[in-house]
Structures are given as C-alpha cells and as structure tokens.
C-alpha cells in the first residue's frame, strides 16, 4: 500500500536558521502531496499541497516542491520563527480510496529564540 | 471558516464498554473521516463516509464501527472498548471530488482512555 516516510523525528533549530524537513513517499498511483501542521492541543492544519510533477507548493514561506522522479516532497522554510514550533506532516492523498490521507509520522520541530 | 466539531473531547471508559464518539461539521462538505493518532504512527485512517448512510472502510477499522446519518454527521462506535483503542481521535471532513484533492479540516480531537 501507499506509505510516506519522514526521516527526521525531531529538528533543534534557532531563530532565523533554515529548514529542510524530508518527505519521500511510495504509491502505486499519481497521488497529490501535502504538509499539514499540528500545533499542541489542536488538530492538523492544512498548510500546502501539490498535484503534480514539479508543482511546488507555498504557504506562510514555507514551501515543498513535488518531485516523482525522487519521489519525495520536501520542506524548506528559509528562516523559521520561534512560532513555527510544532509538529509538521507530510501526507498523500489517494484519490481511489475516498482522498484519504496516509500520513507520515511527523517531524516535531522546535525553534529556540 | 469551515468548521468541525467533536465531542465529547475527553472521554475515560473501562475495558468491554461501549463508546460513541461524535463529529458534526457545518462546511456542506461530502467526505467525513475518522482517524486515530499514535506517536510513532502519525494519524491513520479507520472509516470514511461519502454522503449520508455512506460508510467505507479505512486502514484500520477493526474494533470500529461508523455511521454517517446526515451530511453534517458522523459517529464513531467502539462497541467493545480495549486499551488498544487508547488513542486521540480526529475527525475531518473534505469537499474532495474528481481531480479535485481538497484539503481536509481537522476537528479539535478527542482523547480517549480505555481502563
């Protein structure tokens, strides 16, 4: 089945420090891709998504560009804040199982001032 | 502002008991999902629902059961609650359709604990 793969379980950064949270993924289709966020105590926000080959999504400086050769969907954000401290997922969207979401298991991130 | 809400938000039971979980969402959205999230497994999806009196099976539905009674409603049944099933719940809803990969609002969770 469709699975997506976040290396990084933690990332430590400082104020202004760029950040690259990775994302690869493994479906039998042409799936769309999306980061959401996850702030304590709510639920996951949607930040981005991107339909196809090369596509790159933005929002709130972040950005993610799709990538099928490499199969993966990256984070970049080039400065973070310390109010980008959460926890961030990469997921898929099946379009032959209803566009459910199959998640990654999150990148906690947390941004020192 | 689309918007989800469950309730309750907390909720302790013991082994063997039953425990309904409820979502209503007011976007006029068509797809509903109940997923639980796991540290080390992210959110995984249990049932989903395309309309009212539309259930479909998720990823892991065992110990799940689903009813969708209007557009705006959608209940999560645990009939036989184990400790397995300890988890924080979340419920979404999308406006997905065709080529359309709409992004789903995610409710505010519950937390459940089985005894």
């Known amino acids: 089945g469709d699975s997506v793969t976040q290396t990084e379980g933690q990332v430590a950064l400082s104020e202004e420090d760029f950040l690259t949270i990775h994302c690869n993924y493994s479906?039998?289709?042409?799936?769309?891709l999306f980061w959401y966020v996850q702030y304590p105590g709510e639920g996951p926000q949607f930040l981005f998504r991107a339909s196809r080959d090369k596509e790159k999504g933005s929002s709130r400086g972040f950005e993610a560009t799709y990538n099928k050769e490499a199969t993966s969907f990256h984070l970049q954000k080039a400065s973070v804040q310390e109010s980008d401290s959460a926890v961030y997922y990469c997921?898929?969207?099946?379009?032959?199982?209803?566009?459910?979401?199959?998640f990654g298991t999150g990148t906690s991130l947390l941004v020192d001032p | 502002e689309a918007a989800v809400t469950q309730s309750p938000r907390n909720k302790v039971t013991v082994t063997g008991g039953n425990v309904t979980l409820s979502c209503r969402q007011t976007n006029s959205h068509n797809y509903m999902y109940w997923y639980r999230q796991d540290t080390g497994h992210g959110l995984r999806l249990i049932h989903y629902s395309y309309g009212a009196g539309n259930l479909q099976i998720g990823d892991v539905p065992d110990g799940y059961k689903a009813t969708r009674t209007t557009q705006e409603d959608f209940f999560l049944l645990l009939e036989l609650a184990s400790p397995s099933q300890t988890s924080l719940y979340f419920c979404?809803?999308?406006?997905?359709?065709?080529?359309?990969?709409?992004?789903?609002?995610f409710g505010p969770g519950t937390r459940l604990t089985v005894l």
């Open positions: 997921a898929l969207s099946d379009r032959d199982m209803g566009y459910k979401l199959t």
């Open positions: 479906a039998s289709g042409y799936p769309a």
């Open positions: 979404a809803s999308s406006d997905a359709g065709g080529d359309n990969y709409a992004e789903q609002f």
